[in-house]
């Protein structure tokens, strides 16, 4: 049983930066595929961003796409999401979730496909 924390979010301006980190526990981290999903108010559980076992290889939803970095530290159990330029429209609970995954390439996309979620930290972006 893999247990996820995130950390990092809060009010921040359009424009502004924020750094996401979500801390792993109770499993081989090195063994999990990452990503990071955000719900909007009203709105369903999308797509942001994820990353393979070893940190070689990550996915980005087009939205975020040359703005928001993924990364991963095996050593310490946790991965990142750095947010650059922050838009209102980003605005939303960011979820990190974890698959173990026997592929080494693989970057799961769907949030069916995720075993484990954390608790979510909540990112507001101010116009």
């Known amino acids: 049983q893999v247990q996820l924390v995130e950390s990092g979010g809060g009010l921040v301006q359009a424009g502004d930066s924020l750094r996401l980190s979500c801390a792993a526990s109770?499993?081989?981290?090195?063994?999990?595929?990452m990503g990071w999903f955000r719900q909007a108010p009203g709105k369903e559980r999308e797509f942001v961003s994820s990353i393979n076992k070893s940190g070689g290889r990550t996915y980005y939803a087009d939205s975020v796409k040359g703005r928001f970095t993924i990364s991963r530290d095996n050593f310490k159990n946790t991965v990142y999401l750095q947010m650059n330029s922050l838009k209102p429209e980003d605005t939303a609970v960011y979820y990190c979730a974890a698959l173990r995954s026997s592929s080494y390439y693989y970057t799961p996309t769907k949030s069916s496909e995720y075993e484990y979620w954390g608790q979510g930290t909540q990112v507001t972006v101010s116009s």
């Open positions: 109770g499993g081989t981290f090195s063994s999990y595929a």
